[in-house]
């Protein structure tokens, strides 16, 4: 690994991911049947943010974008389960995006500077929850957390569980429920394109 990617996997350190990994984006599956399920069964997210779908170019584009590229950053988030799902995980998915943004804005002084980052989850839901329309959206303004949001993967088809397995990770894991000391904990993840 080149002395700028473990220089970027260091920061995400820094930031609190749990873990990181460097992954060619040859490894990256794109699957339009995950961006499918954007819309059947219907997110209740859908078409409400520029970042989610039907307002991105979605796994033909993101296939585009890709081949722009040869290297991205994988990260994750563990989070115990009970949280992550549960109606208080918006500021899981908040630190998600942020810590996304910083990785993207981390790569770019760091020579990649055409670096992207992706995240779950909408941004609309994270950040404008209390507001009745995407700005950015409605083309009334920019958007009202443009340092912060990101689009989302799953509009894109990006396979997560397919990245997690590249990076030799779990995508979830349980304990024994007979056992009332260990947390039960799931992930959130992040994708940075970096060179």
């Excluded at 979830?172 to 993840?189: A, Q, R």
């Amino acid at each position: 690994m080149n002395k700028r990617f473990k220089k970027l996997v260091k920061v995400a350190y820094d930031l609190g991911v749990s873990d990181a990994a460097i992954i060619p984006v040859n490894n990256i599956i794109v699957d339009n049947s995950l961006a499918d399920k954007c819309r059947e069964p219907r997110c209740p997210n859908y078409g409400l943010s520029k970042n989610c779908p039907p307002n991105t170019s979605g796994p033909l584009g993101f296939k585009k974008i890709l081949e722009t590229f040869r290297q991205s950053m994988l990260f994750k988030i563990d989070v115990p389960s009970d949280i992550l799902y549960s109606c208080e995980n918006r500021e899981v998915f908040q630190l998600l995006h942020e810590t996304a943004a910083k990785l993207e804005q981390t790569a770019v002084t760091l020579g990649f500077t055409n670096a992207q980052a992706y995240a779950g989850g909408s941004c609309k839901r994270i950040f404008c929850y209390n507001y009745y329309e995407c700005l950015a959206l409605s083309e009334k303004d920019k958007c009202r957390n443009f340092e912060h949001a990101r689009p989302s993967m799953s509009g894109f088809g990006i396979n997560v569980g397919k990245l997690f397995e590249t990076a030799g990770w779990t995508m979830t894991w349980k304990t024994d429920d007979n056992d009332s000391s260990t947390t039960k904990m799931g992930s959130v993840s992040g994708l940075v394109l970096i060179s």
